[in-house]
């Protein structure tokens, strides 16, 4: 067994912190302590499976400031052990290591996103590197002992008092950049609506979208955010910015409505920005709703020539054959397949067949939520067309988005050229 490297001297100091090993293995159980003994642990237990684990925990005063546990050991397997830790609080933080199927370490992740209660910094394939558990044991920091608390979703605004804001004119685009991961050039935007709040500041839709959902006043809503879209993108021309496609989302009650689409067709021809400077991006649940009118709608839009993007796509029960049934020119695929697809097998394969669906049928294909570089180096490697997320840029003012195209240029270009 190769000896593990010195510790850095710049992490967190961990003196004095209690930690429970879990692991049948003797050999591989001393590997890890002499890890966490590196990182001067303070009180080192340990158990030989999860059944002696929970009596180690229920011996001390309080709850272990970290559990690092294997995933399959005889009597009680980790994953088990991780329900038990979460039902009677006994650590405030889990690490789960395996040598085993990583998509089995992916059951664990997706525990954890679904119950922030389990603690878990994070998941770890042996042999487990000193680095690689350094930089989770990071993510604790020297946080407080207690669980975060889920925080509660936030409180919704009246319509009375999103009608005034209407009226106030306080709903603003914010725009998140689609880069082409071929060469790192800005192709689009997304934008994405937030509230300047005259007491409260800046608001997200969390606060606001739900309330509006199935109103009348979604409409105009959609209608306003659309007006500021327009002046922005004739702004953008007038200062000599490429052309740019912006999209805009249209909730299932819009893209029924015959209507609102006579109007929406009404403003963007009034305006005189060219039909397919714009992106309707709807979702499978609203093409659902109301199938019929939708897919009138969308065909209609179609012809008009704007594009449509099908988002969330891979979420819903039917995406593919509503991908299949309906016109359009953008595929973008949830995060959900993204976010850590070069390390998850599961995402990866969802990823690939949701790119090759997208390349046969000749639409771009467009990758949210990409936030590491592996990520983006795995997308670039299946051909991906574009990419959005925060390692690339967060949604930001209209008024920002000259001064990061300028920033970021050399950046973007470093990403699409990295070998």
Same mark, same amino acid.
């Given at each position: 067994m190769n000896a593990t490297p010195a510790i850095a001297s710049n992490v967190p100091s961990w003196s004095g912190r209690r930690v429970l090993v879990v692991e049948d293995s003797v050999v591989q159980r001393g590997y890890l302590v002499g890890l966490l003994r590196q990182l001067e642990f303070g009180e080192i237990l340990e158990a030989g499976d999860g059944n002696e684990a929970l009596r180690v925990l229920e011996a001390q005063a309080s709850p272990m400031y970290l559990v690092l546990t294997d995933l399959e050991m005889p009597g009680m397997d980790g994953i088990e052990l991780t329900c038990q830790l979460r039902e009677r609080q006994l650590t405030e933080n889990l690490i789960v290591v395996s040598a085993r199927d990583p998509r089995l370490l992916e059951i664990i992740e997706n525990m954890a996103c679904e119950d922030a209660a389990i603690g878990l910094l994070g998941t770890l394939l042996k042999p487990v590197q000193l680095d690689s558990l350094t930089q989770l044991l990071c993510k604790a920091g020297d946080r407080p002992g207690d669980c975060a608390a889920v925080a509660p979703p936030p409180s919704q605004a009246s319509l009375e008092e999103i009608a005034q804001a209407l009226v106030r004119d306080e709903f603003v685009p914010f725009f998140q950049p689609k880069i082409a991961m071929r060469n790192g050039q800005l192709k689009g935007v997304e934008a994405l609506v937030r509230w300047q709040h005259p007491q409260r500041g800046l608001l997200s839709p969390a606060h606001f979208i739900d309330a509006l959902e199935g109103t009348p006043l979604m409409a105009d809503f959609t209608l306003a955010l659309v007006r500021h879209v327009l002046e922005q993108i004739l702004d953008w021309q007038r200062h000599g910015l490429p052309p740019l496609t912006v999209s805009v989302n249209l909730s299932a009650d819009n893209l029924a409505d015959r209507g609102f689409i006579d109007r929406l067709m009404a403003q963007v021809s009034a305006s005189g920005?060219?039909?397919?400077? @714009?992106?309707? #991006?709807?979702? #499978?649940?609203?093409? *659902?709703?109301?199938?019929?009118?939708?897919?009138?709608? *969308?065909?209609?839009? %179609?012809?008009?020539?704007?594009?449509?993007? *099908? &988002?969330?796509? !891979?979420? !819903?029960?039917?995406?593919?054959?509503?991908?299949? %049934?309906?016109?359009?020119? #953008?595929? /973008?695929? $949830? %995060?959900?397949?993204?976010?850590?697809?070069?390390?998850?097998?599961?995402?990866? *394969?969802?990823? /690939?067949?949701? @790119? #090759? +669906?997208?390349?046969?049928?000749?639409?771009a294909t467009v990758a949210e939520g990409v936030e590491?570089?592996? $990520?983006? /180096?795995? @997308?670039? &490697? +299946?051909?991906? &067309?574009?990419?959005? !997320?925060?390692?690339?840029? /967060?949604?930001?003012?209209?008024a920002e988005l000259v001064g990061w195209i300028r920033q970021d240029r050399r950046r973007l270009r470093a990403l699409a050229g990295e070998e």
């Open positions: 920005v060219a039909p397919p400077a @714009l992106v309707w #991006e709807v979702t #499978e649940t609203s093409v *659902m709703r109301q199938l019929s009118q939708a897919l009138t709608n *969308m065909g209609r839009l %179609r012809l008009a020539g704007y594009g449509l993007a *099908m &988002d969330d796509f !891979g979420i !819903g029960y039917s995406s593919m054959q509503q991908f299949a %049934r309906c016109p359009f020119t #953008e595929l /973008k695929i $949830d %995060r959900a397949f993204v976010n850590g697809a070069a390390q998850w097998p599961n995402r990866h *394969m969802v990823l /690939k067949s949701a @790119l #090759e +669906l997208g390349q046969s049928l000749g639409v590491t570089v592996e $990520d983006w /180096k795995l @997308l670039r &490697d +299946l051909g991906c &067309d574009m990419a959005q !997320g925060y390692l690339l840029a /967060k949604p930001m003012p209209a």
